[in-house]
């Protein structure tokens, strides 16, 4: 299983920014983030084939997963960026159908891409 992450960039605060998971499966897949010096968190993640999503507390209304099952993506949209959004933000898919927040439950990882937010 081969996940890509894309769609990082530097922007500024308030800004939106869309990120891509290039992900070819029929399972749940999840974005999560690791920002210097802390630990890997959860994000947000749709099942398959995209009925259900779950969203961190600190993202909640401010992004959304959606993804497209003929393009084999799954885009993690964010909106009103704050400077602590500035982190890696990785894509992963789990051997289950259904989203999950928990890190440990996911099996394949894709490459990271960095967000930065300035103030």
């Known amino acids: 299983v081969q996940l890509q992450a894309s769609g990082g960039g530097w922007v500024q605060a308030g800004d939106s920014l869309k990120l891509s998971c290039a992900a070819s499966?029929?399972?749940?897949v999840g974005w999560f983030r690791q920002a210097p010096g802390k630990e890997r968190e959860f994000v947000a993640a749709?099942?398959?084939?995209?009925?259900?999503?779950a969203f961190a507390k600190s993202v909640k209304g401010r992004f959304t997963i959606s993804r497209d099952n003929t393009k084999n993506t799954v885009d993690l949209q964010m909106n009103s960026l704050k400077p602590e959004d500035t982190a890696v933000y990785y894509c992963?898919?789990?051997?289950?159908?259904?989203?999950?927040?928990?890190?440990?439950?996911?099996?394949?990882w894709g490459q990271g891409t960095q967000v930065t937010v300035s103030s």
């Open positions: 499966v029929r399972t749940a």
């Open positions: 749709i099942s398959w084939p995209g009925t259900k999503t």
């Open positions: 992963a898919t789990r051997d289950n159908q259904y989203p999950s927040e928990s890190l440990n439950d996911y099996n394949y």
